[in-house]
């Protein structure tokens, strides 16, 4: 089981930018998908972006496509949600997730939410217009 602390959420207005952090403390992040989701109030938590466990794949949700980039340190002890151009329906908690399991790591299905068993507490993200 990885730990992990998401942090860099704030308020910014429509067209700003920020940039999410997640820390995993206890290990490295090798052999791990990642992957960050939102969830807005009211609404069910969403796919947002996810990066394979040897960084060969990303992938985005279309709502953040062209706009968002997620990305590994070198350490591999830290994944970096970059948020640009950023809109109020951006407007949401943010979190961060890992998955050990490297078989079957497909487009698809990393964007199942169900198969990350670590999740992190979330970091609120407000986009005011």
């Known amino acids: 089981q990885v730990q992990l602390a998401e942090s860099g959420g704030g308020v910014v207005q429509a067209g700003g930018s920020l940039r999410l952090s997640c820390a995993a403390s206890?290990?490295?992040?090798?052999?791990?998908?990642l992957a960050w989701f939102r969830q807005a109030p009211g609404k069910e938590r969403e796919f947002v972006a996810a990066?394979?466990?040897?960084?060969?794949?990303?992938t985005y949700a279309d709502s953040v496509k062209g706009r968002f980039t997620i990305s590994r340190d070198n350490t591999l002890t830290t994944l970096y949600l970059q948020m640009n151009s950023l809109k109020p329906d951006d407007t949401a908690i943010y979190y961060c997730?890992?998955?050990?399991?490297?078989?079957?790591?497909?487009?698809?299905?990393?964007?199942?939410?169900?198969?990350?068993?670590?999740w992190g507490q979330g970091t609120q993200v407000t986009v005011s217009s």
């Open positions: 997730a890992a998955d050990g399991q490297t078989r079957m790591t497909t487009d698809h299905s990393l964007r199942d939410n169900t198969r990350y068993g670590d």
């Open positions: 206890g290990r490295i992040l090798k052999n791990y998908n």
């Open positions: 990066i394979s466990w040897s960084g060969g794949l990303t």
